[in-house]
């Protein structure tokens, strides 16, 4: 497996992988996830530097994207999501490999923080807290403890109230 900032070729695996991934019972229909993809590498929250894809034989396996989103509408602050990988390949480190290597990016950019919507479980695990407890509050206060950052920056770590990059809608 190796690991690496996407590339426009890419997309159409990226695209595969994230429909996999979403897709429930019915694979005929595309989860909404493609399309904020899609969305997300149009948006003015893009860098390419925070789009990452784990390959296997050169096929894209499992991607990350963190996009620009801001706080109070001023402050901007990374939002990580999706993180897909394509179910074959699930449980099997892709998803914690691209996690490292997007904190990896993040630190050598000298990110502030990143803060995601997810699963404690999981994302605890690299070092994400609640968001709340460090004064950054979600659009949706029904997110609780989900809406989690991981700070890299503490001093630099703006607080109040986060939006998504555009496409989220959030
Ligand atoms: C969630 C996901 C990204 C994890 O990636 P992965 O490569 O399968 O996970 P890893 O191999 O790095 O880590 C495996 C560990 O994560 C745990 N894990 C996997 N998915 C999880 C989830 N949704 N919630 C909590 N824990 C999860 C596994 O139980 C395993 O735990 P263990 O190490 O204690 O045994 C991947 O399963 C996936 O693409 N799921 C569908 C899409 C999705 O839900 N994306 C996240 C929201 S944007």
Known sequence: ?????EVFDDRAGIYAV????FSKDDHL?????VGLVQQLFE??????????VATNDKTVIAHVIATWGTIDGKHKLLGLGP????????SKGAGTALMQAIADRAESEHVAGIVLLGDTGYYKRFGYEPAMARG???????WGDNFMVRVF???ALPTGRYR????YGC
């Open 18 to 21: 994230t429909h996999a991934a």
């Open 83 to 90: 993180l897909v990988v394509a179910p074959e390949f699930q």
């Open 1 to 5: 497996m190796q690991i690496r900032q």
């Open 164 to 167: 998504y990059a555009a496409p």
């Open 136 to 142: 950054i509050f979600p659009s949706e206060p029904a």
């Open 29 to 33: 229909v595309e989860p909404m996830e």
């Open 43 to 52: 948006c003015d929250g893009y860098s390419p530097t925070f789009s990452l």
């Open 153 to 155: 920056n503490e001093r």
